[in-house]
């Protein structure tokens, strides 16, 4: 009686290891793509109530970015993701490609170290200067999305 119930429960038990093994593969295929074309950067509910933000991520890989910092095999990437007065949000590299440098918040502009000043959706206030680099998004799942791999410049640049 005993052995009969040791081989039900042995049974059993590879039956679920086996099942498992056949659904663990399917809920990867048919979850969102993990890499820098989908990266979630933050959620929009924050966006909205903080207001621009400069935020410092890791990379998958580099995509030769201006401001991407490179420690060993890790890649780092600081972007500015801001809301936008009609709706929506921006996400901008945070490098400044007049300088070299760093780009930090204004009280109501994005600015380099050495006093250059773009709108929060990149575009330079001097028609002189470049535009900042700017990111496809969207909205998915109450989070903002960015895709690193495909930057343009600004709108209205």
């Avoid at 663990?24 to 950067?41: C, E, G, K, Q």
């Avoid at 060993?72 to 440098?101: I, K, M, Q, R």
């Avoid at 994005?110 to 929060?120: H, K, N, R």
Wanted: hydrophobic letters at 45%; one cysteine or more.
């Amino acid at each position: 009686m005993l052995a009969r119930y040791l081989t039900l429960g042995i049974a059993g038990t590879l039956l679920l290891a086996g099942l498992l093994l056949l659904v663990r593969p399917l809920i990867f295929s048919f979850a969102s793509p993990r890499d820098d074309t989908h990266y979630a950067v933050i959620p929009a509910a924050e966006a909205d109530q903080k207001g621009p933000q400069v935020i410092k991520l890791p990379l998958n890989d580099s995509h030769n970015l201006p401001g991407e910092v490179h420690l060993h095999e890790h890649v780092t990437f600081t972007v500015v993701v801001s809301p936008l007065p009609g709706g929506g949000y921006a996400a901008v590299d945070a490098w400044s490609p007049t300088h070299d440098c760093g780009i930090g918040l204004g009280s109501d502009r994005l600015v380099d170290c050495a006093g250059d000043a773009w709108t929060y959706e990149g575009v330079p206030l001097v028609a002189a200067d470049p535009p900042l680099q700017r990111f496809p998004l969207t909205t998915t799942d109450g989070m903002v999305v960015v895709d690193f791999t495909r930057p343009y410049p600004a709108v209205g640049s």
